[in-house]
């Protein structure tokens, strides 16, 4: 099927203002979006800028605001979308570095900013640990959807709230905070608490659910976020990981032996 791919260029050492550029070839069954662009950038404009890595929707590279939704290009089939015309543009809500390269700084700032990692009740068992921290599948399941976050940017491209207001964490920076906030190993709740407790973080989100709907891996940001707020409100604490003593005089399975410490 011939298609025309409609393309965001903006080189800013040259241009004024972006636009789009008309890009038509034959797409056979089965090639992505991302194909296609490799297509076009292999066989008829090496200028094009993109970001590419896995194919495979892992890395989060390729997301893309394509056809006026953000999805990821390589799990994108282009005939799926039903229409001989695709516009393809760099996700917004980000300044765009160049044609459909967006700069995620925010991104990753926020997603910093909120203490992505455990934090443990005892600095030194995780400096020398002396042992490991039970949990049990159930608890595991309390934070397991939230931590498939591939950090592709997409929910933060859906959301209405970050366009109007750029302090606000976001989807993706609030729904990491709450997957360690609800992992049983983890003591920082409260540092997190802190850091979103205010006008513009956390109470800021109006639940428009966008950010669920662009997901690519049904990480459902809008429920961490609700699931956050009741935390505030919820008076119980939720069981912390038992530490099991390491059995160092049982012999290693199969006579493997771990690796020291790197760190």
């Given at each position: ?21 008309d890009?038509?070839?034959?797409v ?6 991302l194909?296609?662009?490799y ?18 929707g ?7 605001y ?14 799926s ?14 300044k765009n ?12 700032e ?22 490991e921290?039970s ?11 939230f931590a ?23 989807p ?5 905070a ?6 049983n ?5 409260k ?12 109470w ?13 891996k ?14 505030f ?31």
């Amino acid at each position: 099927m011939k298609v025309t791919f409609k393309i965001w260029r903006y080189d800013p050492a040259k241009d004024v203002k972006p636009y789009f550029q008309d890009y038509t070839f034959d797409v056979k069954e089965g090639m992505t979006v991302l194909d296609c662009l490799y297509y076009i950038k292999e066989n008829i404009d090496a200028t094009l800028a993109f970001r590419a890595s896995c194919r495979m929707g892992i890395c989060g590279s390729c997301a893309m605001y394509i056809n006026k939704k953000p999805r990821l290009a390589c799990e994108t089939q282009a005939l799926s979308l039903g229409t001989d015309v695709i516009e393809i543009a760099p996700l917004p809500n980000y300044k765009n570095i160049k044609d459909l390269v967006p700069d995620l700084t925010p991104l990753f700032e926020k997603h910093k900013n909120v203490k992505p990692y455990i934090i443990p009740e005892n600095e030194q068992e995780f400096i020398n640990p002396t042992g490991e921290y039970s949990q049990t599948p159930a608890e595991l399941e309390e934070y397991l959807q939230f931590a498939y976050c591939i950090k592709c940017g997409a929910c933060l491209a859906a959301c209405p709230t970050v366009g109007t207001t750029p302090d606000f964490p976001g989807p993706q920076a609030l729904a990491q905070a709450y997957r360690y906030n609800a992992d049983n190993r983890d003591f920082g709740e409260k540092e997190r608490k802190v850091q979103v407790d205010n006008p513009k973080g956390l109470w800021r989100c109006h639940m428009a659910g966008a950010c669920a709907e662009a997901c690519p891996k049904g990480v459902d940001p809008a429920l961490a976020i609700q699931l956050f707020k009741r935390s505030f409100f919820f008076t119980g604490r939720k069981p912390k990981a038992r530490l099991i003593p390491l059995n160092k005089e049982k012999p290693a399975r199969g006579g493997i032996k771990a690796p020291e410490p790197t760190v």
